[in-house]
């Protein structure tokens, strides 16, 4: 995706660049009338003006960041695939495939819950 390119030339994990590339291609092309933007030095989708996931690099894992509310209705869907959550991101081991089906219901989620959504971000 070329909106991300940039972001991803930073990472000094070629690996970890790869595959945070492959899940952003993944949601652009299953998503296509998503826009996309760097935002708060992340790849961010949004929908109509509002925000629906972002994408964090670490060392160790990458981020999705869906909004609190959203990582509490799926924290034991999260906790069931093997993955850890803080209260606004779920990390994703370098290690592990990624779990798209997860990550389709969360997106699906935001899209439908937010569908009327004016603002940025959920009160």
């Known amino acids: 995706m070329d909106a991300f390119n940039e972001f991803?030339?930073?990472?000094?994990?070629?690996i970890a660049a790869i595959r945070?590339?492959?899940?952003?291609?993944w949601v652009s092309e299953k998503?296509?009338?998503?826009?996309t933007k760097i935002a708060w030095n992340q790849p961010m989708f949004t929908d109509h003006?509002?925000?629906i996931i972002a994408f964090g690099y670490?060392?160790?894992?990458?981020?999705?960041?869906p909004e609190k509310v959203v990582v509490d209705l799926f924290s034991d869907e999260i906790k069931a695939a093997g993955y850890t959550h803080t209260k606004m991101l779920i990390k994703f081991d370098w290690e592990r495939p990624f779990n798209y089906e997860l990550l389709s219901?969360?997106?699906?989620?935001n899209i439908v819950d937010k569908k009327d959504w004016?603002?940025?971000w959920r009160k």
């Open 31 to 35: 998503y296509p009338h998503f826009e």
């Open 20 to 25: 945070m590339k492959e899940v952003s291609d």
């Open 105 to 109: 219901k969360i997106i699906e989620y």
């Open 118 to 120: 004016t603002l940025f």
């Open 58 to 65: 670490h060392k160790n894992y990458m981020t999705i960041a």
């Open 8 to 14: 991803y030339e930073k990472i000094g994990d070629p």
């Open 49 to 51: 003006g509002t925000f």
